[in-house]
């Protein structure tokens, strides 16, 4: 069965996510698999990492004896210090993120729409939610890429042709990268790029709900 | 001159009234003001209304929740309702669903933005954020430039309540690293400005003017942190 085959580990979507960030670029990470990213930066590049918490700059997390109370980021993290970090207010850290001097954020999701549409702050049974900063990066930064599983706990479909979830920014995300697959929304419907080793565009439309076109140079997906 | 000094915190909290708007910064557990909330919270001031970016988290520790728990919260402005995981229930949560408090949820960075309007005397303004989601319904919208953007207007509240690292007797305040977040802003914003000191408050003039990150017209009242007062 489909659902049963053997998907990729976090640590491979995030490799795959990494190769996304550009070299010098200001990159904000989501909690989840997007915290991950940062550890498959290759060496000869330089990422600089915002924090909503107000830090730029975000190095390697702290060991637990030499945690500074006051240094975290935006999951409540301790960081290690590192040279040419920065501080700043909240009003700062937004400031970065809405007037477009962000590069890139990765984020988990929800739901994705075949149009871009994200859903990552809200499960209507829950009856609360967390924005936090998603709003304000889903608005705002130059570039929107979902980083998540391809399919939730019960193994239904997290990319659909509409979401189902409150929406936390629409037509915003430019790559989703899965444990199954890379996909670009585009304004014409979703475009299959990539696909798991071993794993078929067939295969993937079958965890899909949104109906998928198939890139012409559909890949295996690219480490 | 009036002195700022309080010799306490529960002195710096006494005139907060029932009914009054106050503010609390932090941010993942770091520059929150904690022995404000304390004496807030002793002092039994109700149907008061929070703005901050959490509404009380799980652990021990005092924060805006410790009121919310109290039953002296009735309303809160905030970007985080929900504990980080579905097997959590905070105060908050079970009041919320018990329609014994209000709430409005805002995005961070729009929280952040209004509460630097409220502070400089700005009347509303537009954000691209939240534009397309469930919370600009009903709000002005407007196309600026071909972009979408949605009208929001400023937080105004009497009281903020800061945990500031340094300070001098004129209200000057420096803060240390990811405590800084919320702080500032609020400071600037409340019509009464009250901040706890985490360092010994120094004469005017020994702070580097060049270091200040809340200048002491925003300041009103000041409270040195006693050894035995709440730290982390």
């Given at each position: 069965?489909?659902?049963?085959?053997?998907?990729l580990?976090?640590e491979?979507v995030?490799?795959?996510v990494?190769?996304?960030?550009?070299d010098?670029g200001?990159?904000?990470?989501?909690?989840?698999?997007?915290?991950?990213?940062?550890?498959?930066?290759?060496?000869?590049?330089?990422?600089?990492?915002?924090?909503?918490?107000?830090?730029?700059?975000?190095?390697?997390l702290?060991?637990?004896?030499?945690q500074?109370?006051?240094?975290i980021n935006?999951?409540g993290?301790f960081l290690?210090?590192?040279?040419g970090?920065?501080?700043f207010?909240?009003?700062?850290?937004?400031?970065m993120?809405?007037?477009?001097?962000v590069?890139?954020?990765v984020?988990?999701?929800?739901?994705?729409?075949?149009?871009?549409?994200?859903?990552?702050?809200?499960?209507?049974?829950?009856?609360?939610?967390?924005?936090?900063?998603?709003?304000?990066?889903?608005a705002g930064?130059?570039?929107?890429i979902?980083?998540?599983?391809?399919?939730?706990?019960?193994?239904?479909?997290?990319?659909v042709?509409?979401c189902?979830y409150?929406?936390?920014?629409?037509?915003?995300?430019?790559?989703i990268v899965?444990?199954?697959?890379?996909?670009?929304?585009?304004?014409?419907?979703?475009?299959?790029k990539?696909?798991?080793?071993g794993?078929?565009?067939a295969?993937?439309?079958?965890?899909?709900?949104a109906?998928l076109?198939?890139?012409?140079?559909?890949?295996?997906?690219?480490? | 001159?009036?002195?700022?000094?309080?010799?306490?915190?529960?002195a710096?909290?006494?005139?907060v009234?029932?009914?009054?708007?106050?503010?609390s910064?932090?941010?993942?557990?770091?520059g929150?003001?904690?022995n404000?909330?304390a004496?807030l919270?002793r002092?039994?001031?109700?149907d008061l209304?929070?703005v901050?970016?959490?509404?009380?988290?799980?652990?021990?520790?005092?924060?805006?929740?410790?009121?919310?728990?109290?039953?002296?919260?009735?309303?809160?402005y905030?970007?985080?309702?929900a504990?980080?995981?579905?097997?959590?229930?905070?105060p908050?949560?079970?009041?919320?669903?018990?329609?014994?408090i209000?709430?409005?949820l805002?995005?961070?960075?729009?929280m952040?933005?209004?509460?630097?309007?409220a502070?400089?005397?700005?009347?509303?303004?537009?954000?691209?954020a939240s534009?397309?989601?469930?919370?600009?319904?009903?709000?002005?919208?407007?196309?600026i430039?071909?972009?979408?953007?949605?009208?929001?207007?400023?937080?105004h509240?009497?009281?903020?309540l800061v945990?500031?690292w340094?300070a001098d007797?004129f209200?000057?305040?420096?803060f240390?690293?990811?405590?800084r977040?919320?702080?500032?802003i609020?400071a600037?914003?409340?019509?009464?400005t009250?901040?706890?000191?985490?360092?010994?408050?120094v004469?005017?003039g020994?702070?580097d003017?060049?270091?200040?990150?809340?200048?002491?017209?925003y300041?009103?009242?000041l409270v040195?942190?006693p050894?035995d007062?709440?730290?982390?």
């Amino acid at each position: 069965m489909v659902a049963e085959k053997e998907r990729l580990e976090r640590e491979v979507v995030a490799m795959r996510v990494a190769k996304e960030l550009p070299d010098g670029g200001y990159v904000n990470l989501g909690i989840g698999i997007p915290t991950l990213v940062s550890n498959f930066i290759a060496d000869e590049s330089v990422v600089f990492y915002h924090s909503e918490s107000g830090v730029l700059n975000c190095g390697p997390l702290a060991e637990e004896d030499e945690q500074d109370i006051d240094l975290i980021n935006a999951g409540g993290q301790f960081l290690q210090p590192v040279d040419g970090m920065a501080f700043f207010n909240t009003v700062d850290a937004f400031a970065m993120i809405r007037g477009g001097h962000v590069d890139v954020t990765v984020l988990g999701a929800h739901q994705v729409s075949a149009r871009g549409d994200l859903a990552n702050w809200m499960l209507p049974e829950r009856g609360v939610g967390n924005i936090g900063g998603a709003m304000d990066l889903a608005a705002g930064a130059r570039q929107v890429i979902v980083a998540m599983e391809h399919t939730d706990r019960q193994n239904r479909p997290k990319i659909v042709e509409d979401c189902t979830y409150p929406i936390t920014g629409k037509g915003c995300v430019s790559l989703i990268v899965t444990d199954l697959a890379v996909l670009q929304p585009t304004p014409e419907g979703l475009v299959l790029k990539e696909v798991a080793p071993g794993w078929s565009a067939a295969e993937v439309q079958e965890l899909t709900d949104a109906r998928l076109i198939i890139a012409p140079d559909l890949k295996e997906y690219e480490l | 001159m009036k002195n700022k000094i309080y010799q306490s915190f529960d002195a710096a909290m006494a005139d907060v009234a029932d009914g009054s708007v106050f503010m609390s910064p932090g941010f993942g557990g770091v520059g929150i003001p904690r022995n404000l909330l304390a004496a807030l919270h002793r002092q039994g001031a109700r149907d008061l209304t929070g703005v901050s970016n959490n509404t009380g988290t799980l652990d021990e520790k005092v924060d805006v929740g410790t009121l919310i728990a109290a039953g002296q919260v009735k309303k809160m402005y905030a970007a985080f309702t929900a504990p980080t995981h579905p097997s959590q229930v905070t105060p908050f949560v079970q009041m919320y669903n018990n329609d014994e408090i209000d709430a409005e949820l805002v995005p961070q960075g729009t929280m952040a933005e209004r509460i630097r309007a409220a502070a400089s005397g700005i009347g509303a303004f537009y954000t691209p954020a939240s534009v397309g989601t469930e919370l600009a319904e009903g709000k002005e919208h407007r196309e600026i430039n071909g972009r979408t953007y949605v009208l929001e207007y400023p937080i105004h509240a009497d009281y903020a309540l800061v945990r500031a690292w340094r300070a001098d007797t004129f209200g000057n305040l420096q803060f240390r690293m990811a405590a800084r977040n919320f702080n500032p802003i609020m400071a600037m914003a409340a019509r009464i400005t009250v901040a706890e000191v985490e360092e010994e408050i120094v004469p005017a003039g020994e702070l580097d003017p060049d270091k200040i990150h809340v200048p002491g017209v925003y300041v009103d009242r000041l409270v040195q942190i006693p050894p035995d007062g709440i730290w982390d």
